[in-house]
């Protein structure tokens, strides 16, 4: 028993030596440059679509390797990267890398490889293959295919051979069509998949096969889109045609349509998309009662018993007009951003027309939720609304009456003007730390139309009181 007590001691301390040993001894190397000793792609032409063959070999005699960088540049964007393990003194292997058919590839462009090579001591060793030629595929057309039923297909011309500019003229689209853009079309001048497709990839244009989607052109300021211009280099596309003439007279009933689909709650009203001019006047009919309670201030000047000048700038706004309110909202496109538009969201505002009413709480649904308010002049802008704010006897909270400028219109997190820093004119309060919201207190009494001005310039927000 002694015996094997004497071994088991012994075995327990030649543990606790080794344990030691590993956990203190910190292995080093004398300072060495690890050498790239091959490096090799196989092609020294490619078309753009096909792979390169890079062959690699390392070596360090001294410190073990660690890491390979490989990047595959072409026009100075990365199309490939891979960080690859090279362990021991030695490392080689070959690697397939695909340069693809994008937006901004010129022919004859170079395909540089960038390799960074590092040892276990973080030596690193640079080298840059450069022996590749890529190629922009042979297309010798390009032809536009509307979607089915959507329009006739149309064979693009080359109208500018340097910035490859294909252009087709004489068409007769409608003002909104989806498409695609092919290099063969069929007997039935339909798309031959056998060439390169282009469609909808991501947020731009790219190529596509089969079951890839549809390009979408839209201009509701022509009268139809009668011009298609594709940039084959850049991958972009545009539009073209006869220009909308500005609406001289509006029928409110007649010429919008019920219950507009851009709206969520599309009850009671009726809506479109209308052409304005800057200063065009404007002859409305369905409109009853007095012009200037019936229309938005921010956009009307009334000139007449039934006419009024438009003060926005020349485009395509969407006209909602609310049938049992009898008031024309006027906005500018949903996907219209800042600083073209700032979008009021919140409580207790409301149009600034008889009978008056206040919003109860933060929505997007329909123009009785939110308001724009139109740039003025650059930095400035102006929104017109009926504000309400209940009182309390608690006059150390903030009352009903509480909005917000955002950049969108809907909720779109980190984008909106917070007024914390702003010199906001009393009773009105851009107080810090309550989300860049305008506000009053609770006891602040609040009843009648104000005309707001924001100056993001100056950071300012004052009101004329209207009644």
Not at 179 to 187: G, H, L, P, R
Request: charged residues 15%; hydrophobic residues 35%.
């Amino acid at each position: 028993m002694k015996i094997i007590n004497k071994y088991l001691a012994i075995i327990s301390l030649l543990i606790g030596v080794f344990s030691c040993t590993n956990e203190d001894i910190v292995v080093t190397y004398p300072s060495s440059i690890p050498q790239i000793d091959t490096a090799k792609v196989t092609e020294t032409t490619i078309t753009y679509g096909d792979s390169i063959h890079l062959k690699i070999a390392t070596s360090d005699k001294i410190a073990p390797l660690s890491t390979i960088l490989i990047r595959v540049v072409v026009n100075n964007d990365i199309v490939a990267s891979e960080t690859v393990r090279t362990k021991g003194n030695q490392s080689s292997f070959t690697r397939a890398y695909h340069v693809p058919f994008v937006a901004n590839r010129p022919d004859n462009a170079a395909v540089k490889v960038y390799l960074t090579l590092t040892n276990v001591s973080g030596i690193e060793k640079d080298s840059i293959v450069n022996s590749t030629i890529a190629k922009r595929p042979i297309i010798t057309n390009f032809y536009l295919v509307p979607d089915f039923g959507q329009g006739a297909t149309s064979k693009l011309t080359l109208v500018n051979a340097d910035s490859l500019i294909y252009t087709a003229t004489g068409l007769l689209l409608s003002t909104s069509f989806s498409y695609k853009i092919a290099t063969k079309i069929n007997a039935f001048k339909r798309i031959d998949w056998t060439g390169l497709v282009f469609g909808k990839v991501g947020d731009g244009i790219g190529l596509i096969n089969q079951t890839g989607e549809s390009l979408n052109a839209s201009d509701g300021t022509l009268v139809g889109i009668s011009i298609f211009t594709f940039d084959a280099l850049q991958f972009k596309t545009k539009v073209g045609g006869k220009l909308l003439e500005p609406v001289t007279t509006l029928d409110v009933i007649a010429d919008l349509s019920a219950n507009p689909v851009t709206l969520n709650d599309n009850t009671g009203f009726r809506g479109g998309d209308v052409y304005f001019g800057e200063n065009v006047e404007v002859t409305f009919t369905g409109i009853t009662g007095n012009l200037a309670n019936q229309i938005s201030p921010d956009y009307f000047e009334v000139t007449g018993a039934n006419k009024a000048k438009f003060l926005g700038k020349t485009g395509l706004y969407k006209a909602y007009y609310h049938t049992t309110g009898n008031f024309l909202y006027i906005d500018p496109q949903p996907e219209t951003l800042y600083p073209e538009v700032l979008w009021v969201c919140g409580t207790g505002y409301g149009r600034p027309s008889s009978p008056y009413g206040s919003t109860a709480s933060w929505n997007w649904n329909s123009p009785m939720d939110y308001y724009p308010a139109r740039l003025v002049s650059p930095g400035v802008y102006q929104v017109t609304m009926y504000c309400k704010n209940e009182p309390s006897t608690n006059t150390n909270i903030y009352g009903s009456l509480d909005f917000k400028f955002f950049h969108k219109r809907g909720w779109w997190d980190g984008h909106e003007t917070w007024v914390d820093d702003y010199t906001v004119q009393e009773p009105f309060l851009g107080p810090t730390g309550v989300g860049g919201n305008i506000k009053v207190l609770s006891a602040t009494v609040v009843d009648g139309v104000y005309k707001f001005t924001l100056n993001t310039n100056s950071k300012t927000l004052t009101y004329e009181k209207l009644n």
